[in-house]
């Protein structure tokens, strides 16, 4: 990893790290929605075999803790998708001004 000034990481090395870490959760959150898919088709197929057409109770309580578990899943990505766009924002601030100051610097 490439050190700015002071010995900090580069601003291009920390932008690389934020989008890296923004795919894998764009990867984790298409892994999530496939789940749902799979989830919904279970359902439905249960539904579907079923004598009277709808989950027994048995069933229906069986499915609540993995939907709750899921829910939460849903509820840390979203948190750290927006904490990803959050700092992915900060860095692109910090560019900016890492810029305009090597503008400045390269007029004087």
Not at 94 to 101: D, E, I, N, P, T
């Amino acid at each position: 990893m490439r050190k700015g000034k002071f010995g900090r990481p580069a601003v291009p090395a920390n932008r690389k790290l934020v989008r890296k870490q923004l795919k894998d959760l764009l990867d984790a959150e298409a892994c999530r929605m496939k789940t749902d898919k799979d989830i919904d088709f279970s359902l439905q197929k249960l539904e579907m075999d079923s004598p009277r057409g709808k989950i027994g109770m048995s069933e229906n309580s069986a499915l609540k803790k993995p939907t709750h578990a899921q829910e939460q899943r849903v509820e840390r990505f979203e948190a750290a998708v927006d904490k990803c766009y959050t700092q992915l924002k900060m860095k692109d601030i910090q560019l900016a001004k890492a810029r305009s100051q090597m503008d400045t610097w390269r007029r004087q």
